[in-house]
């Protein structure tokens, strides 16, 4: 499957989305801040970083989609908030297609 960065200054969040996506056969990663998640994405290489935009900054963000795909979650994201599982699995393929 799929090697998936989840950004998220909110480490409980991240964890948590991150073994969910682990039980369906993911590789997943976190990172908490916008250094960190930039020395991570060049380490891991991931096929998708999943984010809350506004949490890490605009120009973390514009480095993270030099990395790979940014998937973001909100309610004007990619995929609403609170994540529905199902929701974010149609999001990965599609965006993997």
């Known amino acids: 499957m799929a090697r998936i960065l989840v950004a998220d ?9 991150a073994s969910a996506l682990r039980l369906n056969g993911h590789a997943a990663r ?3 801040s916008g250094m960190l998640c930039l020395k991570i994405a060049g380490e891991f290489r991931p096929d998708i970083v999943l984010l809350r935009q506004s949490e890490l900054g605009a120009q973390t963000v514009r480095q993270l989609r030099a990395e790979a795909p940014v998937l973001t979650i909100g309610d004007k994201g990619d995929v609403p908030y609170p994540v529905d599982m199902l929701t974010l699995m149609q999001a990965i393929r599609q965006t993997l297609a």
Not at 9 to 15: G, L, N, P, Q
Request: proline fraction near 0%; charged fraction near 35%.
């Open 30 to 32: 976190t990172c908490y």
């Open 9 to 17: 200054v909110d480490k409980e969040a991240a964890d948590v989305l």
